[in-house]
């Protein structure tokens, strides 16, 4: 086992729940491992704005998962990459775990776990930090390709779409999968390998 630590970039949309459950794999494999993880903010609804071939009720999802990253972009922006990964967990343990579609609830529960004020849910229906927001996207996006979704995750600087996993392995599970996905990204060859999902998310 190295010793190293191991440099973790992680893509998310605050809206989806695979990359939630990634999202707490990673959080424990921390607990094991020695990991630098920075998040960063990437949007559904902007990977898919130019599709036209889209069910009406995952289009209409949108709006709502559009608020949520526009939040966190401006925390980002105004408050620093540290507020990033407190704002994704204070989110998505409502939106998840929670089952909550109410935006407005979840931002202002949000907002109070992580001590920012009330006021700074104008900032999820506003367009300021849209720029930056759109460059974090793309930057994620660009590295996998455009015919994916989140997360992305980038393992010492190689970075692919994935891993869909539900649950999140705990304990040394959670480990070998981290083991095998780090193993994946030491071959500048290694692209692809994919099975279809036979269950859904599930948090618990």
């Not at 925390?75 to 929670?98: M, N």
């Given at each position: ?65 559009l608020r949520y990253t526009r939040l966190v ?132």
């Open positions: 086992m190295t010793s190293e630590k191991t440099r973790v970039d992680f893509w998310f949309d605050p809206s989806c729940p695979w990359a939630w459950m990634t999202s707490r794999w990673v959080d424990e494999v921390s607990q094991h491992r020695d990991l630098d993880v920075t998040w960063h903010i990437m949007s559904l609804a902007v990977l898919n704005e130019d599709r036209d071939d889209l069910p009406e009720a995952y289009k209409a999802f949108f709006p709502r998962a972009a401006a925390a980002s922006e105004l408050h620093g990459a540290a507020i990033v990964k407190p704002l994704y967990d204070a989110l998505g343990t409502r939106i998840h775990p929670g089952g909550s579609t109410d935006s407005d609830a979840v931002i202002a529960g949000a907002l109070e776990e992580v001590g920012l004020p009330a006021e700074f849910a104008a900032y999820a229906d506003s367009d300021e930090f849209d720029p930056q927001m759109r460059a974090s996207h793309f930057d994620g996006i660009q590295r996998v390709g455009q015919d994916v979704g989140t997360p992305v995750i980038a393992v010492n600087g190689v970075a692919f779409f994935g891993p869909v996993i539900s649950p999140a392995p705990k304990g040394e599970m959670a480990l070998t999968l981290w083991d095998g996905v780090v193993a994946a990204a030491s071959y500048d060859g290694f692209f692809e390998l994919k099975r279809s999902r036979t269950r859904d998310p599930q948090f618990e």
